[in-house]
Protein backbone atom coordinates (compact mmCIF):
# COMPACT_ATOMS: atom_id res chain seq x y z
CA UNK A 1 0.00 0.00 0.00
CA UNK A 2 1.16 3.61 -0.36
CA UNK A 3 2.06 5.87 1.65
CA UNK A 4 -0.86 8.35 2.26
CA UNK A 5 -0.42 11.31 0.39
CA UNK A 6 -0.39 15.23 1.92
CA UNK A 7 -4.34 16.13 1.79
CA UNK A 8 -2.39 19.61 0.37
CA UNK A 9 0.29 18.71 -1.92
CA UNK A 10 2.47 20.89 -4.11
CA UNK A 11 3.26 20.67 -7.28
CA UNK A 12 6.78 19.48 -6.65
CA UNK A 13 4.77 17.01 -4.20
CA UNK A 14 2.84 15.72 -7.09
CA UNK A 15 5.89 15.36 -9.01
CA UNK A 16 7.31 13.54 -7.18
CA UNK A 17 4.57 11.27 -6.53
CA UNK A 18 3.75 10.76 -9.78
CA UNK A 19 7.47 9.46 -10.81
CA UNK A 20 7.46 7.48 -7.75
CA UNK A 21 4.51 5.68 -9.26
CA UNK A 22 6.17 5.08 -12.61
CA UNK A 23 8.99 3.62 -11.01
CA UNK A 24 7.23 1.40 -9.25
CA UNK A 25 5.01 0.06 -11.55
CA UNK A 26 5.96 -1.92 -14.76
CA UNK A 27 2.93 -2.18 -16.99
CA UNK A 28 1.40 0.81 -18.84
CA UNK A 29 -1.52 0.49 -20.62
CA UNK A 30 -1.58 2.14 -24.19
CA UNK A 31 -5.26 3.40 -25.69
CA UNK A 32 -5.80 4.31 -29.21
CA UNK A 33 -9.01 4.16 -31.58
CA UNK A 34 -9.86 3.65 -34.98
CA UNK A 35 -13.01 4.44 -36.50
CA UNK A 36 -14.46 5.38 -33.34
CA UNK A 37 -13.95 2.13 -31.90
CA UNK A 38 -11.21 1.92 -28.79
CA UNK A 39 -8.38 -0.50 -28.25
CA UNK A 40 -6.79 -1.19 -24.75
CA UNK A 41 -2.94 -3.05 -24.79
CA UNK A 42 -1.16 -3.69 -21.71
CA UNK A 43 3.12 -3.57 -22.44
CA UNK A 44 6.16 -3.37 -20.06
CA UNK A 45 7.72 0.23 -20.37
CA UNK A 46 10.81 1.68 -19.69
CA UNK A 47 11.09 5.24 -18.46
CA UNK A 48 13.53 7.27 -19.53
CA UNK A 49 14.17 11.52 -20.22
CA UNK A 50 10.16 11.80 -19.28
CA UNK A 51 9.25 8.87 -22.59
CA UNK A 52 8.17 5.63 -21.91
CA UNK A 53 9.97 3.20 -23.88
CA UNK A 54 8.48 -0.67 -25.03
CA UNK A 55 8.74 -3.17 -27.78
CA UNK A 56 5.50 -4.28 -29.77
CA UNK A 57 5.34 -5.94 -32.76
CA UNK A 58 4.53 -3.43 -35.53
CA UNK A 59 1.80 -5.29 -37.01
CA UNK A 60 -0.20 -5.05 -33.64
CA UNK A 61 -3.27 -3.17 -33.35
CA UNK A 62 -2.26 -0.42 -30.75
CA UNK A 63 0.99 0.31 -32.60
CA UNK A 64 -0.95 0.09 -36.11
CA UNK A 65 -3.49 2.86 -34.84
CA UNK A 66 -1.18 5.49 -32.77
CA UNK A 67 1.13 5.57 -35.56
CA UNK A 68 -2.12 6.41 -37.81
CA UNK A 69 -3.51 8.36 -35.94
CA UNK A 70 -0.15 10.16 -34.62
CA UNK A 71 -2.00 10.14 -31.12
CA UNK A 72 -2.35 7.86 -28.29
CA UNK A 73 -3.25 7.80 -24.43
CA UNK A 74 -2.14 5.84 -21.53
CA UNK A 75 -2.64 5.17 -18.00
CA UNK A 76 -0.25 3.47 -15.36
CA UNK A 77 -1.68 2.70 -11.99
CA UNK A 78 -0.73 0.85 -9.09
CA UNK A 79 -2.85 -1.58 -7.31
CA UNK A 80 -5.29 -1.34 -5.23
CA UNK A 81 -8.22 -2.85 -3.24
CA UNK A 82 -9.85 -0.39 -1.42
CA UNK A 83 -11.35 2.74 -2.85
CA UNK A 84 -8.69 5.02 -1.01
CA UNK A 85 -5.89 3.49 -2.81
CA UNK A 86 -6.68 3.67 -6.32
CA UNK A 87 -4.00 5.82 -7.78
CA UNK A 88 -2.71 6.56 -11.14
CA UNK A 89 -1.02 8.68 -14.20
CA UNK A 90 -3.51 9.25 -17.27
CA UNK A 91 -1.47 10.72 -20.35
CA UNK A 92 -2.29 11.89 -23.66
CA UNK A 93 0.82 11.94 -26.28
CA UNK A 94 2.21 10.14 -29.25
CA UNK A 95 3.93 6.69 -30.56
CA UNK A 96 7.07 6.47 -32.51
CA UNK A 97 9.31 4.31 -33.64
CA UNK A 98 12.92 4.42 -32.48
CA UNK A 99 15.69 3.88 -34.80
CA UNK A 100 19.16 2.43 -34.26
CA UNK A 101 20.98 4.68 -32.12
CA UNK A 102 22.21 6.71 -29.32
CA UNK A 103 18.66 6.84 -27.94
CA UNK A 104 17.87 2.97 -28.61
CA UNK A 105 21.23 1.99 -26.71
CA UNK A 106 19.97 3.91 -23.71
CA UNK A 107 16.25 2.92 -23.89
CA UNK A 108 17.58 -0.96 -24.50
CA UNK A 109 19.55 -0.93 -21.30
CA UNK A 110 16.77 0.77 -19.32
CA UNK A 111 14.67 -1.87 -20.26
CA UNK A 112 17.15 -4.65 -19.70
CA UNK A 113 17.50 -2.55 -16.04
CA UNK A 114 14.28 -3.07 -15.32
CA UNK A 115 13.33 -6.46 -16.38
CA UNK A 116 16.57 -8.62 -15.68
CA UNK A 117 14.19 -11.94 -16.60
CA UNK A 118 15.30 -10.89 -20.34
CA UNK A 119 18.20 -11.96 -20.19
CA UNK A 120 16.87 -15.80 -19.90
CA UNK A 121 15.66 -15.55 -23.53
CA UNK A 122 18.81 -15.04 -24.95
CA UNK A 123 21.99 -17.40 -25.02
CA UNK A 124 24.76 -16.47 -22.50
CA UNK A 125 27.38 -13.75 -24.23
CA UNK A 126 24.53 -13.08 -26.91
CA UNK A 127 24.34 -9.14 -27.67
CA UNK A 128 20.87 -7.64 -25.84
CA UNK A 129 20.79 -5.16 -28.10
CA UNK A 130 18.05 -3.64 -30.18
CA UNK A 131 18.77 -6.11 -33.35
CA UNK A 132 18.97 -8.79 -30.79
CA UNK A 133 15.25 -7.87 -29.94
CA UNK A 134 13.81 -7.44 -33.36
CA UNK A 135 15.38 -10.64 -34.74
CA UNK A 136 14.49 -12.80 -31.35
CA UNK A 137 10.93 -11.68 -30.90
CA UNK A 138 9.85 -10.11 -34.35
CA UNK A 139 9.34 -6.37 -32.46
CA UNK A 140 10.33 -3.26 -32.51
CA UNK A 141 10.81 -0.29 -29.92
CA UNK A 142 8.83 2.19 -29.39
CA UNK A 143 8.69 5.30 -27.57
CA UNK A 144 5.70 6.82 -25.71
CA UNK A 145 5.50 10.42 -25.47
CA UNK A 146 3.24 11.94 -23.56
CA UNK A 147 2.41 15.55 -24.01
CA UNK A 148 -0.34 15.57 -20.90
CA UNK A 149 -0.36 14.23 -18.10
CA UNK A 150 -2.35 13.26 -15.11
CA UNK A 151 -1.80 12.34 -11.79
CA UNK A 152 -4.87 10.97 -9.90
CA UNK A 153 -4.67 10.04 -6.09
CA UNK A 154 -7.67 9.06 -3.98
CA UNK A 155 -5.83 8.99 -0.73
CA UNK A 156 -5.27 12.86 -1.21
CA UNK A 157 -9.41 12.90 -1.52
CA UNK A 158 -11.67 11.12 -3.28
CA UNK A 159 -11.61 12.23 -7.01
CA UNK A 160 -8.30 13.87 -6.93
CA UNK A 161 -6.67 14.84 -10.00
CA UNK A 162 -4.46 17.26 -11.17
CA UNK A 163 -2.12 17.79 -14.03
CA UNK A 164 1.55 17.62 -13.76
CA UNK A 165 4.52 18.52 -15.71
CA UNK A 166 7.61 15.41 -15.31
Known amino acids: MAEKAHPNPTEQDLRNLAEDLIKAQSTMTLATARENIPWAAPVYYAY ?7 FSDPASRHIQESLAGNQASSAIYAPASTWQEI ?16 EAIEAVRA ?17 MDLSAFTS ?30 L
Open 87 to 102: RGIQMSGSVENISPGL
Open 48 to 54: LKYCFYF
Open 136 to 165: RFRVKLYRFKPSLIYYMDNSIRFGFREKVC
Open 111 to 127: YLKKFTFTKDFFLPGQA
